[in-house]
């Protein structure tokens, strides 16, 4: 393993820092490290070294790297599905370095939306149902959840397929249905690991226009990619190698006017 000593590549343009679009902070970690251990007690590889990342409300970013460079330890320790070894994470501001788990999964529930390359639906539930159980575990009501799942599914155009169970629809719908599902409990930022993997060119092409559609109306996304297109995009790619950050760059400002251009 080769040790990268140098601090990240960084090019923030000033200017760009300060655009309209993006807020405070949403994620902020600092120092952060994780390490994961061999039973005995002795450490079996350091997944992540110190790494200081700050998201901004809105931000639309992309995670890359070679396999086993700290992509999902990374996703993971941001979207409250585990905790650092050392080091510090705000979200929203709120320390979660040192949550215990029912915190941590109510911070995750309430704040994170994850969608997954194998959709990872429920199949014996239609996607309706599907949709609702994450609002069933934070205890919304039955008809707040049926409400809030329809507007969801309305949101990425499946209001005309409640009833189907996964294996009737489309790995396209699948896909929209779980866009559907990390949606409808209003999560601050948006996680998805390879979200287009599984799908041909132009159905992956459709997701990437809902996640561009979702970034316009202000949403902050984290999404892991291998494809430089895909990248393209994003607003900022990290590039992750050997549990550090070795490229964080930002490369132009994403806005709804972007596509009125591109369109005209
Ligand atoms: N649960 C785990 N237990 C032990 N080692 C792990 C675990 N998860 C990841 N690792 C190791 O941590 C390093 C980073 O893995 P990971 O974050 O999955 O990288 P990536 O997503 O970039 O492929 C790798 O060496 C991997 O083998
Ligand atoms: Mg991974």
């Known amino acids: 393993m080769t040790t990268l000593t140098t601090t990240p590549t960084t090019s923030h343009d000033p200017a760009l820092l300060t655009a309209p679009h993006w807020g405070d902070p949403v994620a902020s970690l600092n120092g952060v490290t994780k390490v994961y251990y061999k039973p005995d007690g002795s450490i079996l590889v350091e997944a992540l070294r ?10 639309y970013v992309a995670i890359m790297g070679a396999s086993g460079s700290g992509k999902s330890t990374l996703m993971n320790l941001l979207g409250c599905l585990d905790r650092p070894t050392a080091g510090e994470y705000a979200l929203q ?3 979660v370095a040192k949550l215990h788990d029912e915190a941590l999964s109510h911070m995750r529930g309430r704040k994170i939306g994850f969608i997954f390359q194998a959709f990872n639906l429920i199949s014996q539930l239609n996607i309706e149902e599907n949709v609702e159980t994450p609002l069933l575990y934070q205890g919304v009501g039955r008809e707040a959840r049926r409400k809030r799942a329809i507007e969801a599914l309305q949101l990425v155009g499946l209001g005309d397929r409640l009833g189907h169970r996964p294996n ?41 226009k809902l996640f561009d559609d979702l970034h316009d109306e ?23 190698r050997d549990g550090l950050i070795e490229t964080d760059v930002i490369h132009r400002h994403r806005t709804p006017d972007d596509d009125r251009l591109a369109a005209s």
Not at 51 to 56: A, R, S
């Open 50 to 59: 110190g790494v200081d990342l700050e998201i901004p409300q809105g931000q």
């Open 93 to 95: 501001g709120q320390p």
């Open 168 to 208: 009737q629809l489309s790995g396209g719908q699948q896909q929209r249905a779980a866009i559907a599902r990390a949606l409808a409990a209003d999560p601050v930022i948006l996680m998805a690991d390879e979200p287009t993997g599984n799908l041909d060119t132009a159905t992956g092409d459709a997701i990437l």
């Open 218 to 240: 202000g949403m902050t996304i984290i999404m892991v990619t291998h494809d430089d297109e895909v990248a393209e995009r994003c607003e900022r790619v990290i590039r992750m």
